[in-house]
């Protein structure tokens, strides 16, 4: 399914906000999302292009105030606050060492709590979302300690 003409936009405009020409901006597509256009992109290979941007110090003011209400950021009466938000986000990039998109995000929060994206979780919800990142980031810990532990002196 192809993406709205305001997703290809924001693509465009994160582009030029980060100073990256065109040529780049195709790499980083085709890496990303396996495309040369971003009219080719579906909305997964969106937030993988998004996600790169994201990490080359892109943040959109207009997700911010869609995600939290009005375009003064505020945030919707009992929707998870921004710093839960941030919170999960960070939480899930240690967990997932890093390589875990926004869809991916996504796709586990429709699994364990049957909410479609990150955008929907309420406040009470956020803080079971943290706890369970939270659980799963020291389940690691335990693991990788566990294993050093097994290794021969």
Do not use: C
């Not at 192809?2 to 597509?29: C, F, V």
């Not at 839960?84 to 997932?96: N, P």
């Not at 926004?102 to 586990?108: H, R």
């Amino acid at each position: 399914m192809a993406l709205s003409r305001s997703k290809i936009a924001l693509i465009h405009i994160a582009a030029s906000q980060l100073g990256i020409d065109d040529d780049t901006r195709r790499d980083i597509l085709f890496a990303a999302a396996g495309v040369l256009s971003s009219t080719e992109l579906d909305d997964e290979g969106y937030g993988a292009v998004m996600d790169a941007y994201r990490k080359l110090g892109f943040e959109s003011d207009r997700h911010k105030a869609a995600a939290f209400g009005s375009e003064q950021g505020r945030r919707y009466q009992g929707m998870a606050s921004p710093r839960q938000v941030d919170l999960i986000r960070q939480l899930w990039s240690e967990v997932t060492d890093g390589d875990g998109t926004d869809a991916a995000l996504n796709k586990w929060l429709e699994s364990r709590f049957k909410l479609s994206a990150l955008r929907f979780v309420d406040s009470p919800t956020a803080r079971k979302v943290i706890t369970g990142l939270q659980s799963w980031k020291n389940r690691k810990i335990l693991r990788k300690d566990k294993s050093r532990d097994n290794l021969p002196s």
